[in-house]
């Protein structure tokens, strides 16, 4: 397994490419990367967003590792360069998010730990800071502090295309069926990253989204369609837990968590009513943002590394944030 790089997208140096056995067998791909200036402050594991890549991050890798981290991530089971759930590739697929939750202790303990410098920070974006989310009661965390963008609390109603408790009947109902692998309704193999800039939900940023849509033109089997059944299913089972009232009340792990003012994927308005009950944590509203806030425009990108850095007690220059 190897990375992708191209001119306006080349792989940062000294990565460490491999692969490792997730929870029942499946070849998940991953790198790691050293910090590229001092003091070490540990390491930053980026846990993905649904449909995404480690080629995807290579702005953010070295936007880290400038500021002291070195950095480890890999793709989630049934994306990027991982092995697929399925025959069709596009597929998206889990039967649950307890598949991600195994993976991810996985990568920690056998990859990450060995390899690269304690405190663990977690940053997880949209489908990634829900599957943080899961593991941040646990007193045990490997992960000293998180930072979640945009995280799946609650699907956007305008991605559901309906009400919540008619999405979640008609994927459970369609899931006992025998219908679990078969595409949403609506979806296909088509990738949103292939789809027009104007009236995107992801990003203002036409230049990160040309790179993003370059990445799959060069590498089309990093592609995925929209989920299936079974994986809406699962999400929202997954949503449904982190929702319930008293579950930030018991979050053990510091955290920030960003929501974005124009999100239309997850809701902006649960991740806010979930932040204010945090222990230890707080969070910020990004106006402007659409879902994806570090492939958004410099000025956004510039706002959250300023707000990353205070977090962290990074002392940077204006320069150094963008």
Same mark, same amino acid.
């Given at each position: 397994?190897?990375?992708?790089?191209?001119?306006?997208?080349?792989?940062?140096? +000294? #990565?460490?490419? /491999?692969?490792?056995?997730?929870?029942?067998?499946?070849?998940?791909?991953?790198?790691?990367?050293?910090?590229?200036? %001092?003091?070490?402050?540990?390491?930053?594991?980026?846990?993905?967003?649904?449909? @995404?890549?480690?080629?995807?991050?290579?702005?953010?890798?070295?936007?880290?590792?400038?500021?002291?981290?070195?950095?480890? /991530?890999?793709?989630?089971?049934?994306?990027?360069?991982? *092995?697929?759930?399925?025959?069709?590739?596009?597929?998206?697929?889990?039967?649950?998010? /307890?598949?991600?939750?195994?993976?991810?202790?996985?990568?920690?303990?056998?990859?990450?730990?060995?390899?690269? &410098?304690?405190?663990?920070?977690?940053? +997880?974006?949209?489908?990634?800071?829900?599957?943080?989310?899961?593991?941040?009661?646990?007193?045990?965390?490997?992960?000293?502090?998180?930072?979640?963008?945009?995280?799946?609390? @609650?699907?956007? *109603? =305008?991605?559901?295309?309906?009400?919540?408790?008619?999405?979640?009947?008609?994927?459970?109902?369609?899931?006992?069926?025998?219908? #679990?692998?078969?595409?949403?309704?609506?979806?296909?193999?088509?990738?949103?990253?292939? %789809?027009?800039?104007?009236?995107?939900?992801? /990003? #203002?940023?036409?230049?990160?989204?040309?790179?993003?849509?370059?990445?799959? @033109?060069?590498?089309?089997?990093?592609?995925?369609?929209?989920?299936?059944?079974?994986?809406?299913?699962?999400?929202?089972?997954?949503?449904?837990?982190?929702?319930? &009232?008293?579950?930030?009340?018991? !979050?053990?792990?510091?955290?920030?968590?960003?929501?974005?003012?124009?999100?239309?994927? !997850?809701?902006? =308005?649960?991740?806010?009513?979930?932040?204010?009950?945090?222990?230890? +944590?707080?969070?910020?509203? $990004?106006? +402007?943002?659409?879902?994806?806030?570090? =492939?958004?425009?410099?000025?956004?990108?510039?706002?959250?590394?300023?707000?990353?850095?205070?977090? $962290?007690?990074?002392?940077?220059?204006?320069?150094?944030?963008?």
């Amino acid at each position: 397994m190897k990375l992708v790089s191209l001119s306006i997208n080349p792989v940062p140096s +000294g #990565a460490q490419v /491999t692969a490792f056995d997730g929870y029942d067998g499946l070849k998940l791909r991953c790198a790691l990367w050293e910090a590229t200036r %001092g003091p070490s402050r540990g390491t930053v594991c980026i846990v993905q967003g649904r449909g @995404e890549f480690i080629e995807k991050y290579f702005e953010v890798i070295a936007d880290l590792r400038r500021r002291g981290f070195a950095v480890a /991530t890999f793709d989630l089971r049934g994306q990027g360069g991982s *092995e697929r759930m399925l025959s069709n590739r596009r597929k998206g697929h889990v039967v649950a998010f /307890t598949e991600y939750d195994r993976d991810l202790a996985i990568f920690i303990d056998e990859i990450v730990k060995p390899a690269l &410098p304690q405190p663990l920070i977690g940053l +997880g974006h949209s489908l990634g800071g829900n599957i943080l989310l899961r593991g941040a009661q646990d007193e045990a965390s490997p992960f000293a502090r998180m930072i979640l963008l945009s995280p799946m609390i @609650e699907i956007h *109603e =305008q991605m559901l295309g309906a009400s919540r408790p008619v999405a979640k009947a008609y994927s459970s109902i369609l899931s006992l069926c025998g219908f #679990a692998t078969t595409y949403v309704r609506g979806g296909g193999d088509e990738p949103n990253d292939l %789809g027009e800039f104007e009236g995107n939900r992801l /990003t #203002a940023d036409r230049v990160r989204w040309s790179r993003v849509k370059s990445i799959i @033109e060069a590498a089309p089997d990093l592609a995925l369609g929209a989920p299936t059944v079974g994986w809406l299913r699962a999400a929202l089972r997954s949503c449904a837990m982190l929702s319930r &009232p008293d579950y930030p009340k018991y !979050v053990s792990v510091p955290m920030m968590v960003f929501a974005a003012g124009a999100d239309h994927v !997850v809701s902006s =308005q649960a991740i806010e009513d979930f932040a204010v009950d945090l222990k230890s +944590g707080g969070h910020i509203l $990004m106006p +402007g943002s659409r879902h994806e806030i570090l =492939q958004e425009t410099d000025a956004i990108r510039q706002r959250f590394w300023a707000a990353f850095d205070a977090y $962290m007690g990074i002392e940077t220059s204006l320069s150094e944030r963008v």
